[in-house]
Structure formats: C-alpha cells, structure tokens
C-alpha cells in the first residue's frame, strides 16, 4: 500500500485515502462458506466433546466409584469453552482477518476481566489469613436472614417449612399424599394375599416399592405380583407430580383413573387376573376410606418426595458425588433427609442467623 | 475558479435504477468508505469490551460463591437439565453460522440467501429464549426454585442454594436479554436487506449486528459449562 510517492501528494487528502490502492473495501477479506462451514462443524464437535466428558466423569462415578478431583472436571470443560470461544472470534468475528487493534482491544479487555476476578478473589478468598475470625460464609442476604417471608430462617429452612405446613392443611395435598399411601397399602396387601413364594422377598416398611418392583421382576407370571407393581406405579407418579408441584386437582380420580388405564393394559396383555386385582384397587381408589393422618406421616411422606425430588432431577444422584473441595466449607453433614425434615429452629445454621449480624462465623 | 477535488461522484440520474448498496455514499466526516467501515468497526468492539465487562460482574459472582459455597454449586447445578442447555447451545452455534453466512452473502451479492440466513438467525434466536422459558424457566419457577428472598423449594438442602439460583436467574436472564436485543437488531437489518441496502461494497449494518450475536454466542459458550457441567 505504498502512496506511490511524493509525486501525488495531495493537500487535501494527505494521507492518500483516495490514492489507488485505498479504494473501497479492498482489505476486507471475505470468509468463505468451506470455512465457515468447517468452523461449525468444529464448534459443534467441541459441544458434544464437552457434554460427553462431563457425563462420562459421573458416569464412571456411579459404576466404578472413581472418584475425579473437581479441577478435573472444570479444567476439560473450562479449556473446551475457552478453545470454542477463541475459534467463534477468529473465524466467525473475523479477528483473525482484520485490524489488529481489534484484538488488542478484546485481549486487553479479557486482562481486565482477569485482574477483576483475581482481585476479588485475593480478598475474598484470604479473610481468614490473618484473622481468624473474618473466615467463613457471608450470611446476610443470602441465607435469608432480613427477609421477613423467612421468619428469621434461613430460606431454605422457611421454604421447608411452609411447605410442611402446607402438606398438612391444603386439602388437595392431603388427599393425594393420602392416596399414595392408601395406594401403598393396596400394593402391600395384595402381596400379602399372594401364595407362600412371594412373602419369601419379604419386605420391611416404606422400602415396599422396592421390594415390588423386585419381585414384579421376579416372579413377572404372579398375578399379584403384576398388580402390585402396577398400583405401586400409579403411587409413584402421584408422588412425582407432588415433588414436581404439577397440577392435580383431584388426587383419587386420577389414582381411579390411572389404575383403570392400567387394568385394562393388563387384561389386554393376557394377565386378566392381574387386569380384575387392579380393577378393583381402581375402585377402592374413588370410594375408599382414606388412611388416618398425623404429622408423622406427613414428614414420611414429604421424605419420599424429597427423595423422589432429588433422584430424578438433573444429573440425578449428584448428592452422592464427591467434592473435594465441599467438605472444607460448608455444613453438608445433615444434606440426609433426616437433616431436611427438621424444621425446628435447630436446622443448619441457625446459631450462625441468629446473631442477625452483617456477616457472622460458623465453626466447624 | 478551480474545482475541489471530491472524495464523492455526484450522484448520477441514470444510475437511479442500481441497487441502494452500490450508492451508499459515506458520511461526510469519513474520508473514505473504508474509513468509515473501521472506525464504526473499532468503535462496535469497544462496546463490545464493555458488554463482556458487564458479564465479568456475573461470571466473579458464580466463580467465588462457588469457591466458598460448593455445596450450594452442586446441588443446583446438579438440579439442572444439561439436555437443555446442550440444545441451546446447538441452536446458538447454528445461528451463529447462519449469521457469518449471510454475512458472506451480502458480500457476494446473494440477496435471497442473505435474507434467508438472517431470517433463520431470528428463529433460532427465538428458539433459545422459547425452549429457556417453557423448559427451564418455567418448571423451575412453579417448583419455588427461585433466586434470593423468592425461594420456594422444599426439598433443597444447603443453606446457600438461594444464592445459586440468583447467580443462576442473573446470568441466564441476563443472557436472554441480549439474544432479544440481537434479535431486533438482526431484524431491523432484514427490513433495511428488502430495500436493498446491502451488498458488496457496503455491509456494514450487517457486520456489526453479527457481531453483537457472535457475542451473544460468546457468553452462552461459557455461560454453558459453568452453569450446567461443572459439577
């Protein structure tokens, strides 16, 4: 782009904008579509490549009890993302063609980000250096204490409960936790009522869902057994909808419902025995009498949801994952659910709140 | 009386019959297109700086919550679907395509195709904030899994899970926003592409609405991991 000299020197256009060479456009490179195209397809590769390393690592988790260092994890992930950002920018941005500036500019401003973050970091990260007592979680704000709906609790604890309080008043819920549980017993005695091999499984109170479904496994010809899993079933996604607060207006038609559904399924398949066992839980489910309530089988039904809640959410069985880093700091030790029904003021952390400071100290 | 040189041709009677693009003239303080064409490209990546900046606050937020709060991490991040995210982040990357493509069109003079990528670069866009709101937003919220003083969800456990879905609703919503903004803006240059505006000797409209939604891409792709993999 030489200015072809001082021959063509030109005051009013000194720096040779108009000179030949100068015209328009010409040093703006057009990306081609193989390029592009060929971009995508990386991009896309890295996007499968991340999601497959973060499902293997739980994967390998849960079948070999490998347990991974959590850097592991954030560095593979974290290296992925910064590799399809750096392609996105050069390629699909166009960094790599055009005016350095323009990556002078991003480079500096991610220098900023990164001074922003260390910073935050040393102070935050370091209060307990050198004194002791500046260690340990900021509380205000963000466990709750200030907000008037929680009661002086933490929010978690509040959320619990009112939602406890809730399980035992609003009618709708009641009936249908109570239906579950009638639904419970259904499956339980229609077992009962099966010829000697199957009472051999035996199974101890509320692991009954589990002992059905083994021996609906097992001993598939059993009428009983069939019909047991089947009403056991139709309890489960009673309890599901619950833990996923989806509607439900009337708990004992749907269960009525259901088990009809499900009855004639089974006449269908040829298990007519089995189809006439459901059937008449079906009815037993619109005209029964519902169990006796109390507050301890509330706070053992909202276990169950809970439980229900936290194996089919997510990653799913995340909470028996290891976190090298989560023992340090936090108080998991009561993350069981006798630790979540205990609503009484003895929750988590509540000698922490209730000092209602700006920030106050837990020991571990 | 001597005659200044002009940067500009008059503009010529005959030519009224060419494309908007061929006439764009630049304005009267550049020296030139290309002049023009850098400096407003310059001036679009220091907004840029200032947008990734405005992310940081959110990003600082999530890295040092999650140093001092790593139950309260993984209990959330663990309550959410990666299939989602996975899906989102696909459609972003399709739509981030499209958007270089119609790029490449109107430099090519491809009118039909340009639009056509613009237009899907829109749908996809809406697509995104369709499938955040209807499956993640939604459920979440009904479930009480809402950030600070609004949480709601009985069965959490760490104390801290509140502040989770505060980073979490800051960060997504946040996000959502901006894929609405680029969406508006990539329409309004579908309007100006009907009249013809954009072509081979000027693109500029086009270009810096890419930008803005490779940005927007930008964000997603470590807003992604962080959110929804790391465990």
Redesign the interface.
């Known amino acids: 782009m030489s200015h072809q000299a001082a021959t063509s020197f030109?005051e009013?256009?000194p720096?040779g904008?108009?000179q030949p060479g100068?015209?328009?456009?010409?040093?703006?490179p057009?990306?081609?579509?193989f390029t592009?195209?060929s971009?995508?397809a990386l991009?896309?590769v890295f996007?499968v490549l991340?999601?497959g390393?973060?499902?293997a690592?739980?994967w390998l988790t849960g079948a070999f009890e490998i347990a991974f260092p959590?850097w592991v994890?954030?560095v593979v992930?974290?290296g992925?993302?910064t590799v399809?950002?750096v392609l996105?920018?050069a390629?699909?941005?166009q960094l790599r063609y055009?005016?350095p500036?323009?990556t002078i500019?991003?480079a500096?401003?991610?220098f900023?980000?990164s001074l922003?973050?260390g910073f935050?970091?040393m102070d935050?990260?370091t209060r307990g250096r050198v004194t002791e007592f500046k260690n340990g979680?900021?509380v205000a704000?963000?466990?709750?204490a200030g907000?008037p709906?929680?009661n002086g609790q933490?929010?978690?604890?509040a959320?619990?409960t009112?939602?406890?309080e809730k399980f035992l008043a609003d009618p709708v819920l009641v009936e249908a936790r109570l239906t579950a549980r009638m639904l419970d017993d259904a499956a339980r005695s229609t077992l009962a009522a099966a010829p000697g091999a199957l009472q051999a499984h035996g199974h101890d109170e509320g692991s009954s869902a589990h002992a059905d479904s083994r021996a609906g496994h097992d001993e598939a010809a059993v009428p009983e057994a069939l019909a047991a899993a089947a009403i056991t079933s139709v309890a489960s996604e009673i309890r599901h909808k619950l833990?996923?607060?989806q509607s439900l207006p009337s708990p004992r038609l749907f269960a009525a419902k259901s088990l009809a559904d499900k009855a004639a399924s089974l006449v269908a398949d040829g298990h007519a025995a089995a189809g006439a066992l459901v059937s008449t839980a079906a009815a037993d489910a619109a005209n029964g009498r519902l169990p006796a309530d109390s507050k301890e089988l509330a706070a053992h039904d909202?276990e169950m949801?809970?439980a229900e809640?936290?194996a089919t959410?997510?990653?799913?069985g995340?909470?028996d994952?290891g976190?090298t880093?989560?023992d340090k700091?936090?108080?998991?030790g009561?993350?069981g659910l006798s630790?979540?029904l205990d609503t009484t003021a003895d929750?988590?952390?509540d000698d922490a709140h209730s000092e209602g400071g700006h920030t106050s100290v837990e020991k571990h | 009386m001597t005659t200044?040189?002009t940067?500009q041709s008059l503009p010529d009677l005959h030519e009224k019959k060419k494309p908007l693009w061929s006439r764009y003239v630049h304005g009267h303080h550049w020296?030139?297109?290309?002049?023009e064409?850098?400096g407003l490209?310059?001036g679009f990546?220091?907004f840029?700086?200032t947008e990734?900046?405005l992310f940081?606050g959110i990003?600082?937020a999530y890295?040092?919550f999650r140093?001092?709060?790593?139950?309260?991490w993984?209990?959330g991040?663990?309550?959410?679907?990666?299939q989602w995210g996975?899906l989102n982040?696909?459609v972003l990357?399709?739509s981030?395509?499209t958007?270089?493509?119609a790029?490449?069109c109107f430099?090519?003079d491809q009118q039909k195709r340009g639009r056509m990528n613009l237009l899907i670069t829109i749908i996809s866009g809406a697509a995104f904030v369709a499938i955040k709101l209807v499956f993640e937003y939604y459920?979440k919220w009904?479930?009480?899994k809402r950030p600070?003083?609004l949480?709601?969800?009985?069965?959490?456990?760490?104390?801290?899970?509140?502040?989770w879905w505060s980073v979490y609703y800051c960060g997504t919503a946040l996000h959502a926003l901006h894929v609405i903004i680029g969406m508006i803006l990539i329409a309004r240059v579908y309007v100006k592409s009907l009249k013809g505006q954009y072509g081979?000797?000027y693109y500029t409209g086009v270009e810096v609405a890419?930008?803005y939604w490779?940005?927007v891409?930008?964000i997603w792709?470590?807003l992604?991991?962080?959110l929804?993999?790391?465990?």
């Open positions: 030109n009013l256009d720096h904008y108009e100068h015209g328009q456009h010409h040093s703006h057009i990306v081609g579509p592009l195209r971009i995508l991009l896309l996007t991340t999601v390393q973060a499902q690592e739980l959590l994890n954030i992930v974290m992925i993302a399809k950002a996105v920018m390629f699909f941005m055009d005016n500036i323009n500019i991003m500096f401003c991610f900023a980000m922003f973050l935050t970091a935050l990260l979680p900021v704000g963000g466990t709750g907000v709906s929680a933490p929010l978690v604890t959320a619990r009112r939602y406890l833990a996923y607060r909202f949801l809970a809640a936290h959410s997510g990653h799913g995340h909470a994952h976190h880093a989560s700091n936090t108080t998991r009561k993350s630790g979540a929750g988590h952390h | 200044l040189p940067s020296r030139s297109q290309t002049e064409f850098d490209k310059l990546w220091l840029l700086t990734v900046l940081a990003f600082c890295c040092l140093a001092m709060y790593p139950g309260a993984a209990e991040s663990g309550s959410l679907n990666w996975a982040t696909i990357l399709l981030s395509y958007m270089a493509a790029i490449y430099q090519t459920p009904t479930m009480g600070g003083s949480f709601d969800y009985p069965f959490a456990t760490d104390p801290h899970v509140p502040l081979p000797t890419g930008l490779h940005l891409d930008l792709i470590f992604f991991p962080l929804y993999l790391i465990h």
